[in-house]
Nanobody, 125 residues
Framework: QVQLVESGGGLVQAGDSLRLSCAAS????????MAWFRQGPGREREFVAA????????YYADSVKGRFTISRDNAKNTVYLQMNSLKPEDTAVYYC??????????????????WGQGTQVTVSS
C-alpha cells in the first residue's frame, strides 16, 4: 500500500507556472504507475497526465499537452506536475493517483486505487 500527499498548489496569475509534487510513502513506489487528475468547480474529475512505473512513458490530456509535464523521481518517491502557461480554466483541485496493477498508467479514475487528498490550484485572469 502507498499513501500519497500532494503539495505545491496556490494562487497564480494567468501565464504563470507552478510545480505540484506528490510524495508517496512506502518502499514500492517504483511499482506504481502514477497520474494526476483534477476537478474544477462544478465539474467532474478529469484526467490530466499519467506516467509509467519507470518514467519512460507519459500521457496527457489534450487540454494540457504542451503546457504540463509529468515526471517522477523513484529515488525520492515523488511524482511531479510542472504546469506552465496556466489558464483560468486550469483552476481545480489537483489529485495524484497511483496503482500497482498498471505499468503504463491509465486515463480513467477507476484505473487507480490510491489517491491523495488534493491540492488547490487557482489561476486568476
Amino acid at each position: 500500500q502507498v499513501q500519497l500527499v500532494e503539495s505545491g498548489g496556490g494562487l497564480v496569475q494567468a501565464g504563470d507556472s507552478l510545480r505540484l509534487s506528490c510524495a508517496a510513502s512506502g518502499r514500492t513506489f517504483s511499482s506504481y504507475a502514477m497520474a494526476w487528475f483534477r476537478q474544477g468547480p462544478g465539474r467532474e474529475r478529469e484526467f490530466v497526465a499519467a506516467i509509467s512505473r519507470g518514467g519512460g512513458t507519459t500521457y496527457y490530456a489534450d487540454s494540457v499537452k504542451g503546457r504540463f509535464t509529468i515526471s517522477r523521481d523513484n529515488a525520492k518517491n515523488t511524482v511531479y506536475l510542472q504546469m506552465n502557461s496556466l489558464k483560468p480554466e486550469d483552476t481545480a483541485v489537483y489529485y495524484c493517483a497511483g496503482d500497482p496493477r498498471l505499468y503504463y498508467g491509465g486515463r480513467h479514475s477507476y484505473d487507480y486505487d490510491y489517491w491523495g487528498q488534493g491540492t488547490q490550484v487557482t489561476v486568476s485572469s
